[in-house]
C-alpha cells in the first residue's frame, strides 16, 4: 500500500480537527475536535510503524499511550468545563473572555443577553 | 535496525508495480473507508446538532479503527474501538448532556471565528497535504499479517515499553484523582450562584469564586426573562 | 615667609562666607560678626604679607592641582608689590564696606546672604590678586562675577535690579567667552598656566600670536573693567545696594581687568597693534563716561560713569606701556571711589532719593550729613585731581606715562623696550587724559554744587527735619532700600566712621609716590613723580573745568531765581500732578555746558539703544522662531508619535477580545507559515 494514503488522510483529518477547535462554539466539542486531531496522529503512528517495520513496534505503542493520554484528557476536560459551566452557567468558549479587554467584553455580552439569562436561570436551578 | 534492513523494510520501488493508477484492493478498501471518516469529521465539527455531532464522531472513529486494522494494527484497533467509542465518545455525550446543550438544531454552534478557522484549516491541509506527497510519493508499505497482532503488540509493550506503560497507569490515576477533585471541590467551594449576579465574561478569581468588579459591570442589566425550567 | 599666611588671606572670607550662609538665618546674631571678622582679619593679614614680603622682593610657590594632557594646571602663589599693594587695597576697602553694611542693611531679611556674598567676593578677589596661574586666576575672576551677580540682584523685587544683575552677566560673560580663549591660547603657546611662565616665554619671545592673544584678553579685561564696547553694565549695576557699588564696581572688580593687563604687560608690551586698541578703547570710554556723567540725574550714576572714566585712566596708562601709573592710580582711586559711594550712600540715606535735583530741594542737607559732606567734598577734589589729594599724583602719573610715550620714551620700566609702545597710543591716551581732566572736574563740580548748594537748599537752611516727600526725576532710576531709615535719624556711627578711614588714604596715599624708594620701590621702581609740563596743564585743566562748571552753574541759579524758564527738557513730566515742588526748575549747569548734547548724554549715547536694537532684538525674533519651531514643528513630531503610538495601541487591543480560539487561530496561522517558510 502506498504511504501516501494514509498520511494524507491524516493530515486533512488533523486540518479538520484545527477548524473544530477554532470554529466551535461549545467546549465539548471543541474537545471532540482534538480528539480528531489526536486520531490523525495515531493514523499517522500506525502508518509509519508499518511502514519502517519496526521491531520494537514504537508507533503502536506510543498509539496506545496516546490514546491513553486523550482518554485521561478528555476526563480531565470534561471536569473542568463542568466547572465552567457551573461557574458560568454556559459551555460557550467565546463567552470566557474575562482576560479579554472590559471594553471589547461589554460590547460581546451585550450582543446576546437572551441566552445568557436563559442559562442562568438553568444554572440557578 | 541497521540500515540495510531499513531499505529492505521500505520495499523495492517499482514504479510499475507501484503505480497510484492500478491500486490495489487494500488500497481502494483504505481509500472508501478514509472517505467516509474524512466525511464523517467534516460533519461532525460542522453540523449544527450537537449530539449528532457526537454520534458523528463515533463514525469517523470507527472508520479509523477499520483503517488500523488495515494497516494491521489489529490490536490498536480494537483498543481504539474499546476506548474511543467505548468511553470518550460516551464522556463527550455525558459532558454534552451535563451542559444542557439543546436538542435539536441550534444556530450559533459555531462562533465568529468560523472563516478564520477555515482559512487556517485549509492553508494547514494545504502545506500538510502538499508536504507529505512530496515527501512520501514513492513509499511503500509492505504489510504482513500479525505486525500489530495482541501477542506481538503486548510482547513489545511488556518488554520494551514497560516502563513508559506503568508511568502512563500513575498519570491516568492522577487524571482521574484531577477529576474527582475538580468536580467535587468546585461544587464545594462555589455558592450557587444567585440570579442578577452572573454574568458573562465577568473575570473568575482563581478559587473559583465570582469576582465582584463593579468597574466593568456594563450599565445596562438585562431583565430576568427566562425562569428556572427544571425548579 | 611662611606660606600658611597668604593662603589664609583667601580662604578666611570664603570659609566666612560659608559660615555666615550657613548659620546667618538660624541666629541672626552671629551674621554681622561672622561677616566682619573674617575679612577683617584677611586685610590684617594682607598687610602683615605686605611688610612681610618687603619692597622689591617677589614670592612663587605652587603646587600642582591636577595631571592634565596639557599645560598643567597648579594652585600657584605669586607675591610681589603690586600683589601686596592691591590686596591691602581690597582688603581695607572690604572691612569698610562690611562694618558700613551692618548698619546700612541693618533690618533688610537677606542681611546674611549679602554679607555672605561679599565676603565670597573679597575671597575672590583675594584669589584673583595673589594667583599665579591663569586658570586659578580665572576662578576668582568668574566667582567676582557670578558674586556681583547676586549682589546686583539684592533687591530682586524691583524690575531694575533684576534687569540689571542679568544684563552685567550677559555682558561680563560676553567678554569672559574670548577671554577664555585668549588664556587657553596664552597657555598653549607658553606651554604652562604658571604666570611666571607666561611671562618668561614672552620675554623670550617664545608667543607665537601675540596680538591675537593680547585681543581676545582685553575683551575680558573690557568686560570686567567696564571699557568701551563693554561698558553698558556698570552704570545700571548701581541698582545693587550702595556698599556694594562701592565695593565691586568701584574699588575692587572692576580694577581685577586693569590689574590683569598690568601682570601680563609684557605680553601686551609684543603688540603694538593691542595697545593702540587698547589706547581707543580708553580714549573713548573716558571722554564718553565722563559727557555722559556731567548729564546725570541720578547720584550713583554720576560715580559709576565718573569710575568707568577713570577705568579709562588706568587703561590709558597701561597702553603707554606705565603699568606703575596704572595701579598708582588704581589703588588711589579705589580708595576714593569707594569713600565716594558710602558717601553718597549716606546721602541718599538721608534724602531717600538717588536724584541730585530732588536732593537739591530739600532743605539743610548740607547740615542734616555733615561727615558725608565733607568726606564727599574731600574725594571730589581727589577726583578733580587737585594738588594735593592722592587723585592728582596718581592722575599725573598717568599723564606723564602718556606724554613720555608720546615722546617715544615709553616708561615701561624694563618690561620692553621703549619702542614697544607706538607713539600714536600716547597721543590718544594723553589728548583725551587732558580733556577727561576738563569734564572730570566739570562734573564733579556740578555734582557737589547741585547736591549740596542749590538755591532751594541754601533758602531754607535746617528749616525742617523731615524733609519732603523723596522725588525724582521719572527717568533717574532709583534703588530703594526697602530698610532705609528715618530720614530724621542720623546716621549710626558704622556708616560714618568708614567715611573717615578711607579720606585718610585719599588725602595722604598720594605723598607715597613722590619719592622714589617708597611706593615705586614696591612696584618695578620707576619714577611716578609728576613732570612739571604736565602736570601745570593738568592742574590748569581741572580749574577750568572747575571754574566752567561754577560759571555756569551761577548763570542757571540766576535765571531761575529770576524766574526765567530753564530749557525745557522735553521728557520731564511733573510726578505727583499739582505738587509745586516738581515744578521748581533745578540750576543744572550740566545742561547749558552741554548743550544740544545733554539729552543724548543723560541716556549713555544710546549705546543701550544700539545694543538693542543690534543684539536684543535679533536674538528675541530667533527665540521667536525657535519657539514656532518647537510648538509647530518639533511639537508636532512629539504629538504625532503619541497619536499613533495611542492609534497602534486601539488596533492592536482589538486582537485581545480574551477570546482563546482567536488566539489559537493566531497561533496556528503563525505556525503554518512557519512551516511553508521552512519547507519552500
Given amino acids: 500500500m502506498h504511504l501516501a494514503y494514509p498520511v494524507v488522510l491524516a493530515a486533512l483529518l488533523f486540518s479538520v480537527g484545527v477548524y473544530g477547535v477554532l470554529a466551535r462554539r461549545n467546549v465539548i466539542l471543541v474537545l471532540m475536535s482534538v480528539e480528531l486531531m489526536l486520531n490523525a496522529v495515531n493514523l499517522n503512528l500506525v502508518a509509519f510503524d508499518a511502514w519502517l517495520r519496526d521491531s520494537l513496534h514504537a508507533g503502536q505503542a506510543l498509539t496506545l499511550f496516546t490514546i491513553t493520554i486523550a482518554a485521561a484528557e478528555i476526563g480531565l476536560g470534561l471536569a473542568i468545563v463542568l466547572l465552567l459551566f457551573r461557574a458560568r452557567g454556559t459551555a460557550d468558549i467565546d463567552r470566557a473572555i474575562a482576560l479579554g479587554d472590559p471594553a471589547e467584553s461589554t460590547a460581546d455580552v451585550d450582543e446576546a443577553p437572551v441566552g445568557t439569562e436563559a442559562l442562568k436561570g438553568r444554572a440557578t436551578a | ?201 465577568r473575570p473568575v478569581g482563581s478559587n473559583g469564586t465570582v469576582a465582584q468588579r463593579a468597574a466593568a459591570a456594563p450599565p445596562a442589566e438585562a431583565p430576568e426573562t427566562a425562569p428556572a425550567e427544571e425548579s | 615667609m611662611n606660606l600658611a599666611l597668604p593662603a589664609l588671606v583667601p580662604a578666611l572670607p570664603a570659609l566666612g562666607a560659608a559660615a555666615t550662609l550657613a548659620v546667618g538665618r538660624r541666629s541672626p546674631g552671629l551674621a554681622r560678626p561672622l561677616a566682619i571678622v573674617p575679612v577683617a582679619v584677611s586685610a590684617v593679614l594682607a598687610l602683615v604679607v605686605a611688610i612681610q614680603l ?203 581687568g586693569i590689574y590683569l593687563v598690568a601682570r601680563l604687560l609684557p605680553v601686551f608690551l609684543l603688540s603694538g597693534a593691542a595697545l593702540v586698541v587698547l589706547a581707543v578703547m580708553a580714549a573713548v570710554t573716558m571722554i564718553g563716561s565722563a559727557l555722559c556723567a556731567l548729564a546725570q540725574d541720578d547720584l550713583k550714576r554720576v560715580l559709576a560713569y565718573s569710575t568707568v572714566g577713570q577705568l579709562g585712566y588706568m587703561a590709558g596708562a597701561l597702553a603707554s606701556g606705565d603699568r606703575e601709573a596704572s595701579v598708582f592710580h588704581l589703588v588711589s582711586h579705589g580708595a576714593f571711589k569707594a569713600l565716594l559711594f558710602l558717601a553718597a550712600g549716606v546721602v541718599i540715606h538721608a534724602a531717600h532719593t538717588n536724584s541730585i535735583s530732588a536732593m537739591s530741594r530739600i532743605p539743610g542737607l548740607r547740615k542734616r550729613v555733615p561727615d558725608a559732606y565733607w568726606t564727599m567734598a574731600i574725594a571730589l577734589i581727589a577726583l578733580i585731581g587737585l594738588p594735593p589729594f592722592s587723585g592728582f599724583f596718581s592722575k599725573e602719573a598717568v599723564l606723564t606715562a602718556a606724554e613720555h610715550a608720546a615722546n617715544g620714551e615709553a616708561l615701561t620700566n624694563g618690561l620692553g623696550p621703549a619702542s614697544a609702545v607706538p607713539q600714536a597710543a600716547g597721543w590718544i591716551v594723553l589728548i583725551s587724559a587732558g580733556l577727561t581732566a576738563l569734564l572730570t572736574a566739570a562734573y564733579a563740580a556740578r555734582l557737589f554744587l547741585v547736591t549740596f548748594h542749590s538755591p532751594a537748599g541754601a533758602a531754607l537752611p535746617a528749616a525742617g527735619g523731615a524733609p519732603a516727600v523723596a522725588d525724582h526725576e521719572p527717568d533717574a532710576p532709583y534703588s530703594p532700600e526697602p530698610d532705609e531709615a528715618d530720614p530724621a535719624v542720623a546716621e549710626p556711627p558704622a556708616m560714618r566712621w568708614p567715611l573717615w578711614v578711607l579720606a585718610v588714604p585719599t588725602m595722604g596715599f598720594g605723598i607715597a609716590g613722590l619719592r622714589s624708594d617708597w611706593l615705586p620701590a614696591l612696584l618695578d621702581g620707576g619714577s611716578l613723580k609728576p613732570s612739571a609740563v604736565t602736570a601745570v596743564t593738568g592742574t590748569g585743566l581741572a580749574v577750568v573745568g572747575v571754574l566752567l562748571a561754577y560759571g555756569a552753574w551761577r548763570a542757571a541759579t540766576a535765571r531761575t531765581t529770576e524766574g526765567l524758564p530753564a530749557p525745557a527738557e522735553p521728557g520731564r513730566v511733573p510726578e505727583q500732578a499739582g505738587a509745586p515742588a516738581a515744578e521748581v526748575i533745578v540750576a543744572d549747569p550740566g545742561r547749558a555746558l552741554l548743550g544740544p548734547l545733554f539729552g543724548p548724554a543723560r541716556h549713555g549715547f544710546g549705546v543701550d539703544r544700539l545694543y538693542s536694537a543690534l543684539f536684543v532684538r535679533p536674538v528675541e525674533a530667533a527665540a521667536r522662531l525657535v519657539r514656532f519651531l518647537d510648538r509647530e514643528v518639533v511639537e508636532t513630531y512629539v504629538r504625532g508619535s503619541g497619536a499613533g503610538a495611542e492609534l497602534l495601541g486601539r488596533v492592536v487591543r482589538l486582537a485581545q477580545t480574551g477570546n482563546a480560539q482567536t488566539y489559537l487561530s493566531a497561533l496556528l496561522a503563525g505556525v503554518v507559515l512557519l512551516a511553508v517558510l521552512v519547507a519552500v
Fill in chain 2, 1 to 201: 535496525m541497521s540500515a540495510a534492513a531499513l531499505l529492505a523494510a521500505t520495499g523495492p520501488l517499482d514504479p510499475a508495480a507501484r503505480s497510484f493508477l492500478s491500486p490495489t484492493g487494500v488500497e481502494i478498501v483504505f481509500l472508501l473507508v478514509g472517505i467516509a471518516v474524512l466525511g464523517s469529521a467534516v460533519v461532525a465539527v460542522t453540523t449544527k446538532q450537537l449530539v449528532h455531532a457526537a454520534l458523528w464522531l463515533v463514525a469517523a472513529l470507527g472508520g479509523l479503527a477499520v483503517e488500523f486494522l488495515l494497516l494491521t494494527a489489529e490490536f490498536v484497533a480494537w483498543v481504539q474501538v474499546l476506548i474511543y467509542l467505548g468511553s470518550v465518545v460516551v464522556l463527550v455525550l455525558f459532558g454534552l448532556m451535563l451542559t444542557k446543550a439543546p436538542i435539536g438544531r441550534s444556530p450559533d454552534a459555531d462562533s465568529k471565528n468560523r472563516w478564520v478557522a477555515l482559512v487556517v484549516a485549509l492553508a494547514s491541509a494545504g502545506t500538510l497535504v502538499t508536504l507529505v506527497v512530496d515527501a512520501f510519493r514513492t513509499s511503500w508499505i509492505d504489510l504482513g499479517a500479525g505486525g500489530g497482532s495482541a501477542a506481538v503488540t503486548g510482547a513489545s509493550l511488556f518488554r520494551t515499553w514497560v516502563l513508559p506503560f506503568e508511568a502512563l497507569s500513575v498519570l491516568l490515576l492522577a487524571a482521574l484523582v484531577g477529576a474527582i477533585v475538580l468536580s467535587r471541590g468546585a461544587g464545594r467551594r462555589v455558592p450557587a450562584p444567585r440570579s442578577g449576579r452572573i454574568r458573562a465574561g
Fill in chain 3, 54 to 256: 618687603g619692597t622689591g622682593q617677589v614670592l612663587d610657590a605652587a603646587t600642582r592641582l591636577t595631571p592634565t594632557g596639557g599645560p598643567e594646571i597648579s594652585l600657584a602663589i605669586h607675591l610681589d608689590g603690586y600683589s601686596s599693594l592691591i590686596s591691602v587695597l581690597v582688603g581695607l576697602v572690604a572691612t569698610c564696606v562690611q562694618v558700613y553694611s551692618t548698619a546700612y542693611l541693618k533690618d533688610d531679611p537677606r542681611y546674611p546672604s549679602y554679607a555672605a556674598l561679599v565676603s565670597l567676593f573679597t575671597a575672590a578677589m583675594f584669589l584673583v590678586v595673589y594667583s599665579g596661574d591663569l586658570i586659578v586666576l580665572l576662578v576668582g575672576w568668574e566667582v567676582m562675577g557670578i558674586c556681583s551677580y547676586f549682589l546686583i540682584g539684592h533687591h530682586w523685587e524691583t524690575e531694575d535690579a533684576r534687569s540689571a544683575s542679568l544684563k552685567a552677566f550677559l555682558v561680563t560673560k560676553l567678554g569672559d567667552v574670548p577671554f577664555l580663549f585668549g588664556i587657553f591660547l596664552l597657555g598653549a603657546d607658553a606651554g604652562s598656566f604658571r604666570i611666571e611662565d607666561v611671562l618668561r616665554a614672552a620675554g623670550d619671545g617664545r608667543l607665537g600670536h601675540p596680538t591675537l592673544i593680547a585681543l581676545l584678553l582685553l575683551a575680558g579685561v573690557a568686560g570686567k573693567s567696564a571699557q568701551f564696547p563693554l561698558h553698558t553694565w556698570l552704570p545700571d549695576a548701581m541698582a545693587g545696594p550702595t556698599p556694594v557699588s562701592a565695593l565691586i564696581h568701584a574699588a575692587t572688580m572692576v580694577a581685577a
